[in-house]
């Protein structure tokens, strides 16, 4: 069973994600209109910066981004100063791809990004783009089908949920979403500076958006302003799912108690995660990764070989390498230091293991390698922030 939950705790709106009664994720945000994230802006070169071969944009009057020119060979002007280059006061259509983490400015692309239940406009390229999760023969039908489409000049990215849907569905938010793109570039000449063009759907909307079909069972809350806006997404894109959407009315216990969500939002920053076995993770984020540190702890097999006890802790702390890294969305470089081990079969038994893991995770995650000192390197998209750093513990205690 699959259930979204999204709620009021304390200060802040969180929406988790349960598998079985497991959580799965979690996501922070607020009510409030300061999100930025996957917004389309019309903004303003403040400076460019060719030995580092970037721009830093302003969207908004106390919000710069960080823009590069590599990545962005081609902007889409809105009003434009130079003949050539990108200068000063160039007037430019971004949207904001990753958020501000840290001491670093949110990141701003040239590359619009318009994503849908089945397939996403981008314009970096013409391309046709699908997700490896397709088979062989689905992922030929399915380029067939949109090489059939008109002449565009965007390219499309083929989402799983694709694999589900009637040609009828995928025509339909493809005329949806080539409609848009095609308005929102006529009608961005005429804005102002500054001027949001494009706003991306709340961080819940978009978690309902991107399940897989066919897993969710339940979307449930309890708070008016959020059921009306899902209701009428699903009404608009996703009907079928209309009947799982749940508003939670009693008062005892509250939708937050009846989920146990503040012990498991406690515990998904605490920095020790224990086992089944009694073994136990570490996991310690600094600012140019995050370490995860794998221990026998209390562990009591009676294997009196000791590779193979060392061997099923690490099988069992792969499986929950692979939850905390998506349950607290840690990002960047991540590395591990799992229990030695002595033979080269195990070594490539736990690195198996641990990539069939990570391949849950929706977002692109890669599994490295082993280093010579067996530590294993992984690498996850950055787009949000970490958990620890959309919500403390404080927050969660405040007063509603």
């Not at 705790?9 to 009664?21: E, P």
């Not at 958006?209 to 997404?233: C, F, H, M, W």
């Not at 293991?353 to 010579?372: C, E, N, R, Y």
Request: net charge positive; with cysteine.
């Amino acid at each position: 069973m699959s259930n979204i939950v999204i709620t009021q705790m304390g200060s802040r709106l969180v929406a988790a994600g349960y598998q079985d009664g497991k959580p799965q994720w979690f996501e922070c945000g607020s009510k409030d209109s300061s999100r930025i994230l996957g917004n389309i802006y019309v903004g303003k070169v403040m400076t460019v910066v060719k030995n580092i071969q970037a721009a830093f944009v302003q969207i908004q009057d106390n919000i710069t981004c960080y823009y590069s020119l590599k990545d962005n060979p081609e902007p889409v002007f809105v009003k434009r100063i130079g003949k050539t280059e990108l200068v000063q006061g160039d007037e430019i259509l971004v949207q904001v791809s990753k958020e501000a983490l840290k001491t670093k400015d949110p990141v701003a692309t040239s590359n619009l990004n318009l994503p849908g239940r089945y397939m996403a406009i981008t314009t970096k390229d013409q391309s046709i783009g699908l997700s490896n999760k397709f088979s062989k023969k689905k992922r030929e039908e399915l380029k067939a089908f949109f090489c059939t489409l008109p002449e565009r000049n965007f390219g499309i990215v083929v989402r799983t949920n694709a694999g589900n849907a009637t040609s009828e569905e995928l025509l339909t938010e493809y005329q949806r979403l080539s409609a848009l793109y095609k308005k929102l570039v006529e009608t961005s000449i005429y804005r102002t500076v500054y001027s949001k063009v494009y706003t991306a759907e709340d961080f819940y909307i978009q978690q309902i958006r991107n399940a897989y079909e066919g897993t969710l069972d339940k979307i449930i809350t309890d708070d008016p302003q959020v059921y009306k806006e899902i209701k009428s997404y699903l009404e608009d894109y996703q009907p079928e799912d209309l009947k799982k959407l749940v508003f939670y009315e009693d008062s005892t216990p509250p939708l937050c108690a009846l989920y146990n969500l503040r012990r498991d939002f406690e515990r998904a920053l605490q920095k020790n995660v224990w086992l089944k076995s009694g073994a136990y993770l570490v996991i310690e984020p600094t600012e140019a990764c995050t370490v995860i540190d794998v221990n026998t702890g209390k562990y009591d097999g009676k294997s009196k070989d000791e590779e193979k006890t060392f061997l099923k802790i690490n099988l069992e702390a792969a499986q929950e390498v692979a939850n905390q890294i998506r349950l607290r969305n840690l990002s960047g470089i991540i590395l591990v230091d799992f229990i030695d081990l002595s033979k080269e079969e195990h070594r490539k038994t736990l690195l198996s293991q641990l990539q069939s893991f990570l391949k849950a995770d929706p977002i692109p995650t890669h599994l490295v390698d082993m280093t010579g000192l067996q530590l294993v390197e992984i690498t996850r998209k950055k787009v949000k922030k970490p958990l620890h750093e959309q919500i403390t513990l404080s927050e969660m205690k405040s007063p509603k």
